[in-house]
């Protein structure tokens, strides 16, 4: 899948949503700039969401939105670096369910390189220091 692919089909989409959202977005003339920041949310959810129908199978397209309904960060994480690998060409065919959870270990791989382990130091304070105050 080549990028100009995905940029006519975007393309497409943009003018689909464009000629059938067109009439109704004329209504509000005062409410014209808050619509237009959900219209644009709105595209840009149409436009992933026709991409990684395009790029996932059916069985890979229901693991990931179960993986959305548990935890909506890592299900968008993964979207991003399969709509990322797709741009650049680097899917060759649709994205299998064994491939969708190797890329999931791979993330839950990076996440746990980031945790913080914080380590006190012992031996500040002995139970035989605690004795010698106690004694006084």
Do not use: C, H
Not at 4 to 26: F, H, M, N, W, Y
Not at 43 to 49: D, G, I, S, V
Request: aromatic share 2%; charged share 40%.
């Amino acid at each position: 899948m080549d990028d100009d692919d995905l940029a006519q089909i975007r393309k497409a989409r943009l003018e689909q949503l464009k000629s059938s959202g067109g009439g109704g977005g004329g209504g509000g003339g005062s409410g014209g700039s808050g619509g237009g920041g959900q219209d644009k949310q709105a595209q840009e959810y149409e436009a992933r969401k026709s991409i990684l129908n395009q790029i996932l199978e059916p069985e890979a397209a229901d693991r990931l939105g179960r993986i959305r309904l548990v935890k909506e960060s890592r299900a968008a994480e993964v979207e991003d670096r399969l709509i990322m690998l797709a741009r650049s060409g680097q899917l060759r065919q649709k994205v299998t369910e064994g491939q969708l959870k190797e890329l999931l270990g791979a993330v839950a791989e990076k996440k746990e390189e980031e945790k913080i382990v914080v380590s006190r130091r012992k031996g500040a304070w002995d139970d035989e220091d605690d004795d010698e105050i106690f004694d006084l």
